[in-house]
C-alpha cells in the first residue's frame, strides 16, 4: 500500500465550455499511474463510499483517483438535466483525466447507480484512453430497467429519487423554502399527493417520466444507454443485487454486451439491496461471506486491464452469484440458462381464505373444469410492498400476515424431500379475467418453514388490460440464485397490488395523482387453476 497526498482539486472545461470540477487523490510515490474515473451527481465529497471503499483506498493501491461533479452538480457550472449531457461530458472528461499530471494515459471508471451510468455514456463515443469499466446497478433499457416494470411506473423509488435530486438543485440555487419542503417531504413521501414535485420542482425528470408511459416514445429511445452501445467493446465487471430495484439493467446489459464481446465480461451479483451492499439484506443474515468483495475485485480488475498484470482473472469463471440458503458464492461459465421446473396452481376456491386452499404441485392435477379463485382489490386498502427489490425497504423479510390477507391468493407446495437449488429468471403464467378494463397483478415467490414463516425470494409485477388476449398473463420476476431447503416448502402470492413501490391500478390506468385516486375502482379478478386454464410458475431449477 501507497501513501497519498492531500487531496487536491482540479477543474477542466467541456467541449461547450462549461466548467466541471474534480477531486484527485493521488498516491505519494514517483512514476505515472493509471487513472479510475467517477462521475456522480450528489456531491463528489461523499464519492460513494455508501457503497465504495474510500478514494483513498484505492489512490494507495497504485491509482489516481479522480471523483467529479458532473454537469451542474457539486460546484460544477451548467445546468443538470437528467443523463442528457453525459455522453458528451463523459467524453470530454475521460480525455482530460488520461492527460492530467502523472497519468499513464490509461483510465477506467467505476460507480453505481448514476454512477455507473455515466459510464456507459461516457463509453458509447469509445475515447481510446477509457479501457475499461465496471458498471453497477444500472438500467440498460431506461424504461423497462429503470422508470417502469411490466409497464407499471415503479413510484416510490422514482418519487424519492427525484425528490432526493430537487431537494440538491434547491440548495445549489439558495432556495430556503423549496429545500425545507422537499427536505421534509422526503422524509414522509407524498405517495398520494405527489403533486408537491409538481409545484416545487416543475423541471424535474419526473414528471417525463410519468408523460412518457409506453415503452415505444422516441424519449427512451434518445435517453437509453443501449442505443449507443451497440458497437462498443470494451472489458467491463457487471455488479449486481439480487434486491437491487436495476438488476433487470445489470443483466440485460451483461447478457447483450457478453453475447457479443471479444472482450472478458464478468458478472457478479450479492444477496444486496441497492444499498449498502453488507451481510445482512431487510431481516435475513446472509453470512460473514455476504460482505461486499467488490472493492478488492475492482483492483484486481484494473491491474489486470490499466496495468497488464496477470491476475489470474481470465482463467476464472466470468460469472459469480451469491447463492441465498447456503449463503455461499457459486461460479458458473455464463448466467444459467436452466431447465425449468413447472409448478402448477391448484384451488378449492378459497385460496384468499384458507392457507391450505391454494396448492403447488409439480404436476397437473386431474383436470377439474371451472376451477378458480376471485381476488378482490379495495383502493382504500391496497396490499403493501414489503421488501422484494422494489420497495425502499429491500430485501427478505417475513410475510405470513401479508398471506394471511384476504385479498392475497396464496398457493403453497408440499415440504421440499430434497433441497432445490435455483438459478436464473422466474416466470409465472397466470391465467386471470377481471371486472375492469385495466388491473395489475404482483407475484411473490416465498420460502415457507415448518413454523408458517415465510420469506420472499423474488417477486414481480405487470400491468394488464382486460380482453386484449385470450392467453395467459406472464410475470417476469426478478432473477435469483437461491437453494430452498429440504423440509421446507414453496410458496406463491398473488395480489393485485404492491404500494407503493408501484402506482396503484385505478380500473383504468395508474393512480399518479390525487385526482386520479379520486376516481380508483374497485376491481375483482377471477384467477383460474382448472381445465386447459392452468395458470403456473416456472423454476429454474439446476
Same mark, same amino acid.
Given at each position: 500500500?501507497?501513501?497519498?497526498?492531500?487531496?487536491?482539486?482540479?477543474?477542466?472545461?467541456?467541449?461547450?465550455?462549461?466548467?466541471?470540477?474534480?477531486?484527485?487523490?493521488?498516491?505519494?510515490?514517483?512514476?505515472?499511474?493509471?487513472?479510475?474515473?467517477?462521475?456522480?451527481?450528489?456531491?463528489?465529497?461523499?464519492?460513494?463510499?455508501?457503497?465504495?471503499?474510500?478514494?483513498?483506498?484505492?489512490?494507495?493501491?497504485?491509482?489516481?483517483?479522480?471523483?467529479?461533479?458532473?454537469?451542474?452538480?457539486?460546484?460544477?457550472?451548467?445546468?443538470?438535466?437528467?443523463?442528457?449531457?453525459?455522453?458528451?461530458?463523459?467524453?470530454?472528461?475521460?480525455?482530460?483525466?488520461?492527460?492530467?499530471?502523472?497519468?499513464?494515459?490509461?483510465?477506467?471508471?467505476?460507480?453505481?447507480?448514476?454512477?455507473?451510468?455515466?459510464?456507459?455514456?461516457?463509453?458509447?463515443?469509445?475515447?481510446?484512453?477509457?479501457?475499461?469499466?465496471?458498471?453497477?446497478?444500472?438500467?440498460?433499457?431506461?424504461?423497462?430497467?429503470?422508470?417502469?416494470?411490466?409497464?407499471?411506473?415503479?413510484?416510490?423509488?422514482?418519487?424519492?429519487?427525484?425528490?432526493?435530486?430537487?431537494?440538491?438543485?434547491?440548495?445549489?440555487?439558495?432556495?430556503?423554502?423549496?429545500?425545507?419542503?422537499?427536505?421534509?417531504?422526503?422524509?414522509?413521501?407524498?405517495?398520494?399527493?405527489?403533486?408537491?414535485?409538481?409545484?416545487?420542482?416543475?423541471?424535474?425528470?419526473?414528471?417525463?417520466?410519468?408523460?412518457?408511459?409506453?415503452?415505444?416514445?422516441?424519449?427512451?429511445?434518445?435517453?437509453?444507454?443501449?442505443?449507443?452501445?451497440?458497437?462498443?467493446?470494451?472489458?467491463?465487471?457487471?455488479?449486481?443485487?439480487?434486491?437491487?430495484?436495476? &438488476?433487470? /439493467?445489470?443483466?440485460? $446489459?451483461?447478457?447483450?454486451?457478453?453475447? !457479443? @464481446? *471479444?472482450?472478458?465480461?464478468?458478472?457478479? %451479483?450479492?444477496?444486496?439491496?441497492?444499498?449498502?451492499?453488507?451481510?445482512?439484506?431487510?431481516?435475513?443474515?446472509?453470512?460473514?461471506?455476504?460482505?461486499?468483495?467488490?472493492?478488492?475485485?475492482?483492483?484486481?480488475?484494473?491491474?489486470?486491464?490499466?496495468?497488464?498484470?496477470?491476475?489470474?482473472?481470465?482463467?476464472?469463471?466470468?460469472?459469480?452469484?451469491?447463492?441465498?440458503?447456503?449463503?455461499?458464492?457459486?461460479?458458473?461459465?455464463?448466467?444459467?440458462?436452466?431447465?425449468?421446473?413447472?409448478?402448477?396452481?391448484?384451488?378449492?376456491?378459497?385460496?384468499?381464505?384458507?392457507?391450505?386452499?391454494?396448492?403447488?404441485?409439480?404436476?397437473?392435477?386431474?383436470?377439474?373444469?371451472?376451477?378458480?379463485?376471485?381476488?378482490?382489490?379495495?383502493?382504500?386498502?391496497?396490499?403493501?410492498? &414489503?421488501? /422484494?427489490?422494489?420497495? $425502499?425497504?429491500?430485501?427478505?423479510?417475513? !410475510? @405470513? *400476515?401479508?398471506?394471511?390477507?384476504?385479498? %392475497?391468493?396464496?398457493?403453497?407446495?408440499?415440504?421440499?424431500?430434497?433441497?432445490?437449488?435455483?438459478?436464473?429468471?422466474?416466470?409465472?403464467?397466470?391465467?386471470?379475467?377481471?371486472?375492469?378494463?385495466?388491473?395489475?397483478?404482483?407475484?411473490?415467490?416465498?420460502?415457507?418453514?415448518?413454523?408458517?414463516?415465510?420469506?420472499?425470494?423474488?417477486?414481480?409485477?405487470?400491468?394488464?388490460?382486460?380482453?386484449?388476449?385470450?392467453?395467459?398473463?406472464?410475470?417476469?420476476?426478478?432473477?435469483?440464485?437461491?437453494?430452498?431447503?429440504?423440509?421446507?416448502?414453496?410458496?406463491?402470492?398473488?395480489?393485485?397490488?404492491?404500494?407503493?413501490?408501484?402506482?396503484?391500478?385505478?380500473?383504468?390506468?395508474?393512480?399518479?395523482?390525487?385526482?386520479?385516486?379520486?376516481?380508483?375502482?374497485?376491481?375483482? &379478478?377471477?384467477?383460474?387453476?382448472?381445465?386447459?386454464?392452468?395458470?403456473?410458475?416456472?423454476?429454474?431449477?439446476?
Amino acid at each position: 500500500m501507497l501513501k497519498v497526498l492531500p487531496k487536491q482539486t482540479a477543474s477542466m472545461h467541456t467541449r461547450d465550455g462549461v466548467r466541471l470540477d474534480a477531486d484527485i487523490y493521488r498516491p505519494d510515490a514517483e512514476g505515472e499511474f493509471p487513472v479510475l474515473l467517477m462521475r456522480q451527481p450528489y456531491g463528489r465529497a461523499i464519492a460513494s463510499t455508501v457503497v465504495y471503499a474510500h478514494p483513498t483506498w484505492y489512490a494507495a493501491h497504485g491509482y489516481i483517483v479522480v471523483i467529479q461533479d458532473v454537469r451542474g452538480r457539486g460546484t460544477s457550472e451548467g445546468e443538470f438535466k437528467l443523463f442528457s449531457h453525459e455522453i458528451a461530458d463523459g467524453e470530454d472528461s475521460v480525455n482530460w483525466a488520461a492527460n492530467i499530471p502523472g497519468s499513464n494515459g490509461k483510465v477506467g471508471m467505476y460507480g453505481f447507480s448514476y454512477q455507473g451510468m455515466t459510464q456507459l455514456y461516457a463509453a458509447a463515443n469509445k475515447p481510446a484512453a477509457l479501457k475499461t469499466i465496471c458498471p453497477a446497478m444500472i438500467g440498460y433499457d431506461l424504461y423497462a430497467d429503470w422508470a417502469y416494470e411490466g409497464g407499471t411506473f415503479c413510484l416510490q423509488s422514482n418519487l424519492a429519487w427525484a425528490i432526493q435530486l430537487a431537494t440538491e438543485t434547491a440548495r445549489l440555487r439558495g432556495d430556503k423554502t423549496a429545500h425545507q419542503a422537499l427536505f421534509t417531504a422526503s422524509r414522509n413521501l407524498s405517495l398520494t399527493n405527489p403533486e408537491i414535485l409538481q409545484h416545487l420542482a416543475p423541471e424535474s425528470f419526473y414528471h417525463e417520466w410519468l408523460a412518457n408511459s409506453q415503452p415505444d416514445a422516441a424519449y427512451w429511445e434518445e435517453l437509453s444507454p443501449k442505443r449507443y452501445l451497440q458497437t462498443v467493446d470494451l472489458p467491463m465487471f457487471h455488479i449486481g443485487g439480487w434486491f437491487d430495484t436495476y &438488476l433487470r /439493467g445489470t443483466l440485460h $446489459l451483461y447478457k447483450d454486451i457478453a453475447g !457479443r @464481446s *471479444h472482450t472478458p465480461q464478468h458478472l457478479l %451479483v450479492g444477496p444486496w439491496a441497492h444499498l449498502p451492499w453488507g451481510r445482512k439484506v431487510g431481516a435475513v443474515d446472509f453470512g460473514p461471506k455476504a460482505a461486499s468483495p467488490v472493492d478488492k475485485m475492482q483492483v484486481r480488475w484494473f491491474d489486470q486491464f490499466l496495468k497488464d498484470v496477470d491476475t489470474g482473472l481470465l482463467h476464472e469463471s466470468p460469472v459469480c452469484l451469491f447463492e441465498m440458503g447456503t449463503n455461499i458464492w457459486r461460479t458458473f461459465p455464463n448466467f444459467p440458462t436452466p431447465m425449468y421446473k413447472i409448478y402448477f396452481l391448484s384451488t378449492t376456491g378459497l385460496a384468499s381464505i384458507r392457507e391450505d386452499s391454494g396448492t403447488l404441485n409439480p404436476s397437473p392435477q386431474p383436470p377439474v373444469p371451472n376451477t378458480f379463485d376471485v381476488l378482490v382489490h379495495d383502493p382504500w386498502r391496497p396490499v403493501p410492498a &414489503l421488501g /422484494g427489490h422494489a420497495a $425502499l425497504l429491500a430485501g427478505m423479510f417475513e !410475510r @405470513s *400476515h401479508l398471506d394471511s390477507r384476504s385479498d %392475497v391468493l396464496t398457493y403453497t407446495s408440499e415440504t421440499l424431500a430434497a433441497d432445490l437449488h435455483l438459478a436464473g429468471d422466474v416466470v409465472v403464467e397466470i391465467w386471470c379475467s377481471a371486472d375492469q378494463p385495466s388491473y395489475d397483478l404482483c407475484a411473490v415467490l416465498s420460502e415457507v418453514h415448518p413454523d408458517g414463516q415465510a420469506y420472499n425470494l423474488t417477486q414481480g409485477y405487470v400491468h394488464c388490460q382486460a380482453g386484449v388476449n385470450p392467453l395467459p398473463t406472464k410475470i417476469q420476476l426478478q432473477a435469483t440464485c437461491a437453494r430452498i431447503a429440504k423440509g421446507n416448502a414453496l410458496r406463491l402470492s398473488l395480489s393485485a397490488a404492491c404500494f407503493p413501490a408501484y402506482a396503484m391500478n385505478s380500473g383504468t390506468g395508474a393512480v399518479i395523482s390525487s385526482e386520479s385516486l379520486l376516481d380508483a375502482q374497485v376491481i375483482t &379478478l377471477t384467477v383460474s387453476c382448472g381445465g386447459e386454464a392452468i395458470s403456473q410458475v416456472l423454476l429454474p431449477v439446476i
